[in-house]
């Protein structure tokens, strides 16, 4: 299995999945730890990637995902966005209807 064939495995097989630096439980990077936040305040469940320990991940998904920051945020496939759209979707109240219509 190629690299471009884990991540699209990954993103298929986790309703909402982010590609973050560190964890959600000790994010490394401020705009991980913001992101993570914003799905925590809609009491969203979701899978994460550490990008640090899979270099492999972190030089391939913007090639897969055409978006070249980190984090990535996906749900029910589709790439929502990093940091600041997640923000500001989270801030207009539509975050939380993306997180409810997310596939269990």
Request: hydrophobic share 35%; glycine share 6%.
């Amino acid at each position: 299995m190629t690299i471009e064939e884990k991540i699209k495995e990954q993103i298929k097989e986790n309703s909402i999945l982010i590609y973050m630096k560190g964890s959600p439980y000790e994010p490394r990077c401020g705009f991980s730890a913001k992101t993570v936040q914003a799905l925590i305040d809609c009491g969203a469940k979701f899978s994460y990637v550490d990008i640090l320990e899979n270099q492999e991940i972190r030089q391939t998904l913007p090639e897969v995902s055409d978006w070249p920051t980190f984090p990535q945020l996906f749900v029910n496939g589709e790439l929502i966005g990093g940091c600041d759209i997640v923000s500001e979707l989270h801030e207009a109240g539509d975050l939380q209807s993306i997180i409810d219509k997310a596939s269990p």
